[in-house]
């Protein structure tokens, strides 16, 4: 309601100052859809689509942007079809399950509008659907895991907590193991967390029992990193020398930027990437920039000395 | 079954050895052949640790159960207990993030009782909505548990609602991770909610009075039973017992978020039936919850610690076993 209201509010503001600047300023009005703030990684997409949004509507006095969060892909097409009604230029939109939000996408496409499609593809992925795809990276958070604890500790002995059997999560499995090739990293378990904390401190408190000695813990996750770092201090084991974790949540980053001796590191996979892709959709419009294409964002290794530039410490997540 | 047939079985039972409740000991069993399971699968898995982990972690659940023994056992349901543990959980670190009160333990008494009152009243809510509002427990808590989880995932923002301040984190961590007596304190908690309750619902009236609800409300009523006034107490205890999982909750990890106690009204659920009571009401078990809630803990650790089953087939093997404890009840019921 609050997030509404701002937005109305937004919006009331825009119309007043895009009457003053008609003349200069040329009009145009992006619809942002996005799913509702259900856990962690969703609430950092509403706090940073709404965080962008105001920056880029700052910048340009023609600009309008209305954001609208839904929480399923049923509501979510209705949301599509609301924003095509009030007139939009541009569609950036982060569909909860893109498959069945394909239609809504194609309509809107079909009638000549922008659009942008942020993290989750649909099986069919070309221009027929979209303009632009923003796309975080998978195998590249696996992979960009596996090489630090290869590179940090050639002889490590991991643990890994898988998320959910899905496909992302297979893929950054599969990205890990190819991190790790070629080195004497061996990895002793691989257990489903479901990317929920209480979950990770379970799974952990058993890999401590099950293994006599550890020495990294991959965790792909930073809401599953809270609870095995509660589960390694409760059992008093010092055999394990860091845990990586991935995502950026902001309780993460800050202990990387405190230099804490357990999560030495982060992997980006950032709710911010719907920032990147409404960034681009305004440059298509007022910057005539080419911006057409698919844009794939890097897992980042977050360290001690870049964790700044990923920290915000207002974001609920 | 009714009451007056349950307290003699129960009475005999003290008498003689021979006339034991096979059908109160079935869990029991079901537990002991676990175990010997467990110690094949990994030599580990018998040592103390692991088996006060697997106890202590299992104090949610069971604390949640036994709650659920009670509205289980008066015929009713009650599917909003993760949505309340979560919403509970997240009113109290709200509470103590306040800093209404400067003195951490001051602080700490106060969020105790504040957790205590507002499991409660949760309970009353779905107590009242059941009774007066004369709603199907299943539609009504199933309402009450959207509600509960809403709320929860507003205040977070859809994020993380974590305790803030150090000096309370620290003195209150002991309440899950400290120890009485070499016993970790959330199996001393379960030992003593399990210890009232069984008091509750076998010795005194009101238990009594359950239970005959829970055989049949209309008899139960001609007999002058307050039926309305009895489901709603059984629905209070819930919430109640949902306060004190909450109150060692909370020192674990500091923090709650909308993902907070998913599906654990299942697990209570699934705790209580395999205890040996009947899910359409009239009997209550409460050290068999426990059991249960044990048993549900134990089979997630042994395949976990076994190296030859694959990740992908947990969920199989963990229904599978489930059932197979069932069967086994069943079996020594009927040699009964």
Not at chain 2, 50 to 64: G, K
Not at chain 2, 97 to 110: E, F, R
Not at chain 2, 124 to 134: C, P, S, W
Request: charged share 15%.
């Amino acid at each position: 309601m609050r997030k509404g209201l701002l937005g109305a509010a937004a919006v009331a503001v825009m119309a007043l100052t895009s009457v003053a600047h008609a003349q200069e300023e040329k009009k145009v009005t992006i619809g942002v859809s996005i799913p509702a703030a259900d856990h962690g990684w969703t609430s950092g997409v509403v706090f940073h689509a709404e965080r962008v949004a105001k920056l880029l509507m700052s910048q340009h006095p023609g600009l309008n942007v209305i954001v609208k969060t839904s929480p399923d892909p049923a509501s979510q097409a209705n949301a599509v079809q609301d924003l095509e009604t009030q007139g939009i230029d541009a569609l950036v939109i982060l569909p909860s399950d893109p498959d069945p939000l394909v239609n809504a996408i194609k309509e809107v496409k079909g009638k000549g509008t922008f659009v942008a499609i942020v993290d989750r593809a649909p099986s069919v992925n070309d221009n027929t659907v979209r303009d632009l795809y923003v796309a975080g990276n998978n195998p590249a958070l696996g992979q960009t895991a596996g090489e630090y604890i290869k590179a940090t500790t050639p002889d490590a002995e991991v643990v890994i907590i898988r998320g959910l059997p899905i496909p992302i999560d297979q893929q950054r499995q599969d990205g890990f193991d190819k991190g790790i090739e070629g080195s004497n990293v061996k990895v002793l378990d691989r257990q489903f967390g479901n990317w929920n904390r209480d979950d990770a401190f379970k799974v952990m408190q058993d890999y401590l029992t099950k293994y006599p000695k550890i020495d990294v813990v991959w965790c792909q996750d930073d809401d599953m990193a809270v609870g095995v770092l509660q589960a390694i201090d409760q059992a008093k084991r010092t055999d394990i020398q860091y845990v990586v974790a991935g995502a950026g949540s902001k309780d993460m980053i800050k202990k990387v930027m405190d230099g804490d001796k357990m999560i030495p590191v982060d992997v980006l996979y950032p709710p911010a990437m719907v920032g990147t892709a409404l960034e681009m959709t305004v440059a298509n419009f007022y910057g005539q920039v080419p911006v057409r294409g698919v844009y794939t964002i890097d897992a980042t290794l977050v360290t001690k000395d870049n964790a700044k530039d990923f920290y915000f410490p207002d974001s609920p997540f | 079954m009714d009451t007056s047939v349950n307290e003699e079985t129960r009475d005999v039972r003290r008498r003689s050895w021979r006339d034991i409740d096979l059908r109160a000991v079935a869990p029991f069993a079901a537990l002991i052949l676990l175990l010997i399971l467990g110690a094949l699968v990994n030599p580990n898995f018998i040592g103390l640790n692991n088996l006060a982990n697997v106890a202590t972690r299992s104090a949610f659940i069971a604390i949640i159960a036994i709650g659920a023994t009670f509205v289980i056992s008066s015929g009713d349901l009650d599917l909003s207990v993760g949505a309340m543990v979560a919403f509970v959980a997240s009113l109290m670190i709200l509470f103590m993030n306040s800093g209404v009160i400067a003195d951490p333990a001051l602080m700490l008494t106060a969020a105790v009782l504040f957790a205590v009152v507002a499991g409660s009243l949760c309970g009353l809510a779905n107590g009242l909505i059941t009774t007066v509002g004369r709603i199907e427990p299943f539609i009504a808590t199933l309402g009450t548990m959207g509600i509960y989880r809403g709320l929860t995932t507003w205040l977070s923002q859809g994020g993380a609602i974590t305790l803030k301040d150090p000096a309370l984190q620290e003195i209150y961590r002991p309440a899950y991770f400290g120890s009485i007596l070499g016993v970790p304190v959330p199996i001393v908690v379960i030992l003593a909610v399990t210890c009232v309750a069984a008091f509750i619902l076998y010795r005194t009236r009101y238990g009594r009075h359950v239970v005959a609800v829970g055989s049949n409300a209309d008899v139960a009523r001609y007999s002058g039973i307050p039926v309305n006034r009895v489901r709603t107490i059984a629905f209070v205890i819930q919430g109640l017992c949902v306060a004190i999982a909450v109150l060692l909750y909370v020192p674990r990890l500091g923090s709650t978020s909308a993902t907070t106690g998913i599906l654990w009204e299942l697990q209570a659920i699934t705790a209580v039936v395999v205890g040996g009571t009947a899910l359409k009401g009239g009997a209550g078990r409460v050290w068999g919850t426990i059991c249960g809630a044990f048993i549900l803990e134990l089979v997630g650790n042994i395949m976990l610690l076994s190296n030859f089953i694959s990740e992908y087939l947990i969920g199989a093997i963990q229904g599978t076993i489930i059932i197979v404890a069932m069967l086994v009840q069943r079996s020594l019921v009927r040699k009964s």
